[in-house]
């Protein structure tokens, strides 16, 4: 029922629930836009392989929303399977956020905290990304006729040395530094790379 639920995948839009099961792993549960009262503007999917170490929040509705940008967008947020509740709470935040101030989210956003993500963790905010743990083909979804219909923006978990750093030399420094870096950036409890 969840991947029926999930992804709309008839019409437009069509290859958004394939491109991320294919790449993400089957859809765990499904959390319905309705799921807390009212219609928050978008599901959220929890995608996985079973046993997996890592797993993925994925928005299902944005796209139907207008927040700027090159395509309509859906957002991603994969961490440790331990991890799950709080990837889901950063996937939800930065997505209601969004629409709440009509954000244009694009590859290099910043977005900065005050607090850590979660207890105990050093991130305190989230650089949108295409997906480092994947091919980047991940990143934009094709319709039947082959053009761009979506794009799918990883939100990568960032500590306040690390957003420093993307603030000042832009995001592409950033990313350099997390290719040299030895830690995982699925992980929360993980140091910071700057």
Same mark, same amino acid.
């Given at each position: 029922m969840a991947a029926a639920a999930a992804g709309r995948a008839h019409g437009a839009f069509g290859g958004f629930l394939p491109q991320i099961t294919g790449r993400l792993g089957p859809v765990r549960e499904y /959390? +319905?836009?309705? +799921? $807390? &009262? &009212?219609?928050? @503007?978008?599901? #959220?999917? $929890?995608?996985?392989?079973?046993? &997996?170490?890592? #797993?993925?929040?994925?928005?299902? @509705? %944005?796209?139907?929303?207008?927040?700027?940008? +090159? *395509?309509? %967008? /859906? !957002?991603?947020?994969? !961490? !440790?399977? /331990?991890?799950?509740?709080?990837? *889901?709470?950063? #996937?939800?935040?930065?997505?209601?956020m969004a629409l709440e101030y009509g954000l244009a989210l694009t590859s290099g956003t910043i977005i900065h905290g005050e607090q850590p993500l979660a207890p105990d963790c050093e991130p305190v905010g989230v650089v949108c990304a295409g997906r480092p743990f994947i091919d980047a083909e991940f990143e934009l979804v094709h319709g039947a006729d082959g053009r761009v219909e979506l794009q799918i923006l990883t939100l990568i978990p960032a500590t306040a040395a690390e957003l420093a750093l993307a603030a000042e030399h832009g995001a592409d420094a950033l990313y350099t530094r997390w290719s040299d870096f030895d830690g995982d950036l699925a992980d929360l409890a993980r140091p910071s790379a700057a």
């Amino acid at each position: 029922m969840a991947a029926a639920a999930a992804g709309r995948a008839h019409g437009a839009f069509g290859g958004f629930l394939p491109q991320i099961t294919g790449r993400l792993g089957p859809v765990r549960e499904y /959390e +319905a836009a309705t +799921a $807390h &009262g &009212g219609d928050r @503007g978008f599901a #959220v999917l $929890h995608l996985g392989a079973p046993g &997996g170490e890592v #797993v993925a929040a994925v928005t299902d @509705g %944005l796209r139907w929303h207008r927040l700027g940008g +090159a *395509h309509p %967008l /859906e !957002l991603c947020c994969t !961490l !440790l399977t /331990e991890q799950a509740e709080k990837a *889901h709470r950063i #996937v939800v935040q930065v997505a209601e956020m969004a629409l709440e101030y009509g954000l244009a989210l694009t590859s290099g956003t910043i977005i900065h905290g005050e607090q850590p993500l979660a207890p105990d963790c050093e991130p305190v905010g989230v650089v949108c990304a295409g997906r480092p743990f994947i091919d980047a083909e991940f990143e934009l979804v094709h319709g039947a006729d082959g053009r761009v219909e979506l794009q799918i923006l990883t939100l990568i978990p960032a500590t306040a040395a690390e957003l420093a750093l993307a603030a000042e030399h832009g995001a592409d420094a950033l990313y350099t530094r997390w290719s040299d870096f030895d830690g995982d950036l699925a992980d929360l409890a993980r140091p910071s790379a700057a």
